[in-house]
């Protein structure tokens, strides 16, 4: 949601790890200072943060990985009490001003929406699966960052966003009456496991989607 002030980046998409591998990669040709935070569960302090040299390895961290944080400006300085994983060098960059949240697509139960990993040789209980829709996005208030801040957040998370574009194609997906829903992006690998088994697609409520 955008709030009165605020700029706003936000792309809904489905993806498996190597489409986040992808899209780490072209990002971080077109980016090579890219690093990305873990974000881990519960209140913060309770558990470690680090920053990573890759996406798969911030989600990789800790337990389940379901999110991960790429700081604006790309190559910024971390805030305090976020420690460098191995082999990480310390950012020189100014400091943090705005954060893309990417929060990891994935499987769920239909009847109690319980989370499954990406573990292949997972089975559900009885009844159906769902791949829930995962999210790219970004806010700041240019009041808040200031005006030179403010372009080059928004020239970095323009640019950011056009690289998931080109690691992705749209999702071309109706939902039960045939009503089309469009402005989502789909991973390569994503497209191909849900047209070979046929599972289901959805976005928060309990709306859901197929191929077209």
């Not at 690093?35 to 990573?52: E, V």
């Not at 300085?77 to 976020?82: A, L, Y």
Request: glycine letters at 10%; charged letters at 20%.
């Amino acid at each position: 949601m955008a709030y009165a002030g605020s700029r706003t980046v936000n792309v809904g998409m489905w993806l498996l790890p190597d489409d986040e591998d992808a899209f780490d990669l072209a990002l971080r040709m077109a980016f090579p200072a890219t690093a990305w935070q873990c974000g881990q569960p519960g209140a913060p302090g309770l558990h470690p943060i680090h920053l990573h040299e890759s996406l798969a390895t911030a989600m990789r961290c800790g337990s389940r990985g379901v999110q991960a944080f790429l700081h604006l400006p790309i190559g910024a300085r971390p805030p305090d009490g976020v420690t460098l994983a191995d082999g990480v060098t310390v950012p020189d960059g100014p400091p943090v001003a705005a954060a893309f949240e990417l929060w990891r697509s994935c499987r769920r139960h239909e009847l109690d929406n319980t989370y499954c990993d990406h573990d292949p040789g997972y089975r559900h209980a009885a009844g159906g699966a769902y791949f829930d829709v995962g999210w790219l996005d970004v806010r700041w208030f240019e009041d808040e960052v200031g005006a030179d801040t403010h372009q080059l957040l928004l020239q970095q998370a323009r640019a950011i966003r056009s690289v998931l574009v080109a690691a992705t194609r749209p999702a071309r997906i109706k939902n039960q009456f045939g009503k089309p829903l469009t402005g989502y992006r789909i991973g390569h690998a994503a497209l191909t496991m849900v047209s070979t088994t046929g599972i289901r697609l959805g976005r928060p409520g309990t709306e859901r989607f197929t191929l077209t």
